[in-house]
């Protein structure tokens, strides 16, 4: 079994980025959401990228973080195995991207 932890943040202001980690730090999987695909407008200036973050203990053999667009928000889901392991939901309005 292996501790695994989904990072999601706002990358520059022109996309989110969706890292795993391993137990040492070290990025296993990434994926990245263009800002411009889904005609995002985060704000021009914040304090701070915002994040979300969560931790999955599995028995996996391929972690793949994958970003969706749902309703006025995005849903990572972390699928293990062909299962989901995680997910972390983005809310527009929370983050600031409408």
Not at 42 to 55: F, H, I, L, Q, V
């Amino acid at each position: 079994m292996e501790t695994s932890r989904l990072e999601v943040r706002e990358a520059e202001r022109n996309g989110i980025d969706a890292d795993v980690y391993d137990e040492t730090g070290i990025v296993e999987e990434s994926t990245r959401l263009a800002s411009d695909d889904f005609d995002l407008e985060p704000p021009a200036a914040r304090d701070g990228e915002p994040t979300a973050a969560t931790e999955v203990t599995a028995d996996v053999t391929a972690l793949d973080p994958q970003l969706e667009r749902d309703g006025a928000g995005f849903v990572v889901r972390l699928v293990g195995d062909r299962d989901e392991r995680a997910r972390v939901r983005i809310d527009d309005e929370e983050w600031d991207l409408a």
